[in-house]
């Protein structure tokens, strides 16, 4: 199955949704590269408006993301860009990623926005770990399932970046270190409701503060994790306590050992008994 405008050609790779309202598709882009995730909507009387808010709404030499809207079939498709890999979710669960890398990480996501100048809506779609895919040079890429497009959610997608950035800086924050991040992601909420390229350049200039930070050497402010902290080392302590006392401890059995060696009683050469035969001593009567 090909899904097709006047100027593009979309085969279909696979089905990923399919209800009395919409059918979503996994196609091949053949003009723009990749993949797209195209949504057929099936209900006529949804066309006009959606066509109008897509219009007013997305400015597309920016968003190309967006491919675009046709009829195709009856049916109004929009076309979204969609990209396959290692989303950030399983990323952060599942890798141990260093400080810095995950300051480039904020920084190209913001960048991303800047760039794309993506719509609220299409941002709280995309701007979640779980649609967020990174690749092995950290290059970032968004998805958009936008099911819900047909009831009108004009949803705030600023609030996820602050709940992105705040993931992605989990572990400082739960250690209020460092001191310039944490004054960054205080003041975060406000600085989203101003323009993107407002926080993105805020956040550049996090990044240049941040650019001689080493997370081993700053140490932890809260209670719980200079608690911790100091059991670490304790238990470090108790570890090379623990090894040297082995180790003296083996060394001293086996001077003793030497020193002393264990003898039974058999050790003559005479048996009592072989298996279940009792060996008796025979009495010599000569002379």
């Known amino acids: 199955m090909i899904l097709r405008t006047y100027e593009h050609d979309y085969p279909v790779i696979g089905i990923t949704e399919s209800t009395e309202k919409y059918d979503t598709y996994i196609c091949r882009d053949i003009s723009g590269g990749g993949l797209c995730r195209i949504m057929s909507i099936k209900d006529s009387s949804l ?58 990480l904020g920084r190209r996501l913001l960048e991303r926005v800047v760039l794309q100048d993506i719509p609220d809506y299409f941002l709280a779609k995309c701007f979640v770990p779980e649609q ?10 968004f998805n958009y399932p936008i099911e819900d497009i047909i009831t009108d959610s004009r949803q705030n997608g600023r609030e996820n970046i602050v709940k992105v950035l705040s993931k992605l800086f989990e572990h400082e924050t739960e250690r209020k270190v460092p001191d310039v991040l944490m004054d960054f992601l205080k003041r ?49 302590i108790l570890k090379k306590i623990l090894i040297f006392a082995l180790i003296a401890a083996s060394v001293g059995y086996l001077i003793y050992t030497i020193i002393d060696p264990h003898k039974n009683d058999n050790s003559n050469g005479h048996f009592k008994s072989i298996g279940t035969v009792t060996i008796q001593n025979s009495v010599d009567n000569s002379g």
């Open 47 to 104: 066309f006009t408006d959606l066509v109008s808010r897509l219009t007013d709404t997305i400015d597309r030499e920016a968003f190309t993301d967006y491919r675009e809207h046709f009829i195709y079939d009856g049916r109004l498709c929009i076309a979204m860009r969609y990209s396959q890999g290692m989303t950030l979710a399983s990323k952060l669960s599942t890798e141990s990623v260093p400080f810095k890398e995950r300051l480039e």
């Open 132 to 141: 967020i895919t990174v690749a092995s040079d950290l290059s970032v890429s």
């Open 188 to 236: 975060l909420p406000e600085l989203t409701e101003r323009r993107m390229l407002d926080v993105y350049a805020e956040y550049y200039i996090l990044m240049g503060k941040l650019s001689n930070y080493n997370e081993n050497d700053e140490q932890p402010k809260t209670f719980w994790f200079k608690l911790w902290d100091k059991i670490k080392k304790l238990l470090k």
